[in-house]
């Protein structure tokens, strides 16, 4: 083979190697189809600022806003299938999902808005005041636990003068009940020992053998099926507390001394216990009135008899030394309590309370107010027994 020969050979190999470049297919993306159309309300009116959206059978989807006009457009778009999703504020959402675009296309495609439903629920009553005996309708029922149960005083008798307060007047004229663990007539227990206070609770309830205005519901605290035990004093002395105008020598000294304490846990598997008990010492003073007393002389604790005038009698006050005299008092209560599981469904609940006060009078004012000297002591058993 010639040079020359040789070189067409390869010139052709090289124009054989090269990629033939032709016309390039259009993609789908550039088909130049345009969708657009304007927005409308059921009045035919315009509706700017509604949001479109067109998304394609595959792909990302498209959207845009209605113009101030109404109208929408959407350019560049491939051949397929494709929904269109209109939104607008208080009108129902517009879905069309059979779009079909074709290469080149130029489709005008309306959208007429419904409007959204409007769901509102009125309830009308024809009484417009109605009577309930129901319990959970008593405007004056109070339930007392908790931080409220400890604000109340720890002192049984203070105790039971805010109750009666907070129970306000009864139904009956003998006062309101004091209901504990369900029995009436027992002594108030230990502060300690009170798991919840009922006041008013059901007025009209049956169980009950007067009506409930008045009525101090008092539910005790079960035992728990670990120990625990609290226990607390508290003392006050005359130097803490201003003296009696009626003294201007000075009053003779007191104090009072208060203990409480309780402690619960278990007895065996289904029994348990709790134990609370107090005890108060009260060192306190009877003051005599000097204005309705008098005395025979200035120092004499001998007082005028009635009608006296002899050497001016009614113009001694009774003598300052004379007018304050001891008057001590005491007062202790225990209150056990059992509670044992009767099967799956029953417990038994017994309780016991022991209360004793004693207090006396002392001769030497007994004796100016024409008396002698007195002491006085009582004491008061209760047990209860209920299941549940």
């Given at each position: 083979m010639s040079i020359r020969t040789w070189s067409v050979v390869v010139l052709l190999f090289l124009v054989a190697s090269v990629p033939f470049v032709g016309m390039a297919q259009p993609s789908?993306?550039?088909?130049?189809?345009?969708?657009?159309?304007?927005?409308l309300d059921p009045d035919d009116a315009l509706i700017p600022g509604a949001t479109v959206a067109l998304k394609p059978a595959s792909g990302t989807a498209q959207s845009t806003v209605s113009k101030s006009d109404g109208t929408y457009t959407f350019r560049n778009l491939a051949t397929g299938a494709y929904v269109l999703n209109v939104t607008a504020p208080g009108f129902a959402v517009y879905?069309?999902?059979?779009i079909e675009v074709s290469a080149g296309a130029n489709l005008a495609l309306d959208v007429k808005m419904a409007l959204q439903e409007q769901l509102q629920?009125?309830?009308?009553?024809?009484?417009?005041?109605s009577l309930s005996t129901d319990s959970d309708s008593n405007a004056s029922s109070t339930v007392i636990t908790g931080a409220a149960l400890d604000a109340l005083s720890d002192d049984p008798d203070e105790l039971q003068s805010e109750l009666q307060a907070l129970a306000g007047p009864s139904a009956g004229p003998n006062g309101g009940q004091i209901y504990i663990d369900g029995f009436t007539g027992g002594q108030l227990p230990p502060k300690s020992s009170i798991l919840a206070?009922?006041?008013?609770q059901n007025p009209f309830s049956a169980q009950y053998d007067q009506l409930g205005y008045g009525r101090i519901e008092i539910v005790?605290?079960?035992g728990t099926d670990t120990y625990h035990g609290s226990f607390m004093t508290m003392f006050g002395d005359k130097v803490f507390n201003t003296s009696t105008p009626f003294l201007t020598a000075g009053q003779p000294d007191y104090h009072t001394l208060f203990f409480m304490g309780n402690l619960t846990g278990p007895i065996k598997s289904g029994m348990s216990f709790t134990l609370s008990g107090s005890h108060r010492t009260m060192d306190n003073n009877t003051i005599v009135n000097p204005a309705s007393i008098?005395?025979?002389?200035?120092?004499?604790?001998?007082?005028?008899?009635?009608?006296?005038?002899?050497?001016?009698c009614n113009s001694y006050p009774f003598p300052d030394s004379a007018r304050a005299e001891a008057t001590p008092a005491t007062r202790w209560d225990l209150s056990p309590r059992v509670d044992m599981m009767l099967g799956a469904k029953n417990t038994l609940m017994t309780r016991y309370q022991y209360e004793s006060s004693s207090s006396n009078v002392n001769p030497t004012v007994a004796g100016a107010l024409l008396t002698t000297g007195s002491d006085s002591s009582s004491s008061d058993q209760n047990i209860q027994i209920s299941d549940t």
């Open positions: 789908p993306a550039a088909s130049g189809a345009t969708l657009h159309g304007v927005v879905v069309n999902q059979t629920q009125v309830n009308v009553s024809t009484d417009t005041v206070i009922r006041i008013n005790t605290k079960p008098y005395s025979t002389s200035p120092t004499s604790a001998a007082l005028c008899a009635p009608g006296d005038l002899t050497d001016n």
